[in-house]
C-alpha cells in the first residue's frame, strides 16, 4: 500500500525552540494535511494544503506543500509546554474517494 | 458541538467474541471511515463508505465488517475477535467528495482482546 516516510519519529526540544518536521512519499498527492493528536483523543486537523507549492500558516504554525507533490514540511515556531503530542501528515488523492494515507507521526516533547 | 462521537470509549473483549463500535456524525457528511491505529504508528483504514448504501474495503479490512444504513451511522462490526485487534479505532467523516474537504475525527475506543 502507499507509504508516507514522516520524519523524525521523536523529537525533545526546549519552549522556546522551532521545530520542524517533514513527509515524503514515492508517489503524488493532492492534498497534504497535517493533524495533531494528543494523548487520549482523535487527530485534530492544523493544517490542510491543496496546492503544489502552497505554503499556509496557522498562528505558530506554517506548512508547505512540496512542488514536486510528493513532500511536505511543517515548522513550529517558539514551542510551548502545549505543543506536546503526535503529529501526523497525510496525504489525499482525488481518484481515492477522500481517502487519506497517513505517516507515522512525530512525537514531540517540549521541555519547560 | 458533538461532530464525531464513537461509543464505547474503551471495551475489553475475550478471544471469538463479538462486539459492534458505533459511530455518529451529526454533520450531514456523506463520507464515512474506520481506522486503526496501533502503538507508535499511524493510522490505517479499514473500511469507507461514500454515502447511505454504500461501503468498501480499505487497507486492512480483513476481519472486520461495516453498514450504512443511514447517513448519520457507520458501525463497525467485529465478528469473531483476535488478539491482533487489539488496537485504537477511530472514526472520521467529510462532506462532498473532493481534497478540500478534510476529515474530522472522533476521540476512538480503545480495544483490548485477551
Known amino acids: 500500500g502507499q507509504q508516507l516516510n514522516q520524519s523524525p519519529q521523536s523529537m525533545f526540544i526546549q519552549e522556546g525552540e522551532d521545530v520542524s518536521m517533514n513527509c515524503t512519499s514515492s508517489s503524488i498527492f493532492n492534498t497534504w494535511l497535517w493533524y495533531k493528536q494528543d494523548p487520549g483523543e482523535g487527530p485534530v486537523l492544523l493544517i490542510a494544503?491543496?496546492?503544489?507549492?502552497e505554503l499556509t500558516s496557522n498562528g505558530r504554525l506554517t506548512a508547505q506543500f512540496g512542488i514536486t507533490r510528493k513532500d511536505s514540511f511543517l515548522n513550529i515556531s517558539a514551542s510551548i509546554p502545549s505543543d506536546v503530542g503526535i503529529y501526523f501528515c497525510?496525504?489525499?488523492?482525488?481518484?481515492?474517494?477522500?481517502?487519506?494515507?497517513f505517516g507515522e507521526g512525530t512525537q514531540l516533547t517540549v521541555n519547560p | 458541538n458533538a461532530g464525531v462521537t464513537q461509543t464505547p470509549k474503551f471495551r475489553i473483549l475475550k478471544i471469538g467474541q463479538s462486539m459492534t463500535l458505533q459511530c455518529a456524525q451529526d454533520m450531514n457528511h456523506n463520507y464515512m471511515y474506520w481506522y486503526r491505529q496501533d502503538p507508535g504508528m499511524g493510522l490505517k483504514l479499514i473500511y469507507y463508505?461514500?454515502?447511505?448504501?454504500?461501503?468498501d474495503k480499505g487497507e486492512v479490512p480483513n476481519g472486520y465488517n461495516v453498514s450504512r444504513s443511514t447517513t448519520e451511522d457507520f458501525p463497525l462490526r467485529l465478528e469473531l475477535a483476535a488478539p491482533s485487534q487489539t488496537s485504537v479505532y477511530f472514526c472520521a467523516s467529510s462532506s462532498q467528495i473532493g481534497s478540500n474537504q478534510p476529515q474530522h475525527f472522533g476521540d476512538g475506543t480503545r480495544l483490548s482482546i485477551l
Open positions: 494544503l491543496y496546492k503544489a507549492g
Open positions: 497525510a496525504g489525499q488523492k482525488e481518484t481515492s474517494g477522500s481517502r487519506l494515507t
Open positions: 463508505s461514500v454515502g447511505a448504501g454504500i461501503t
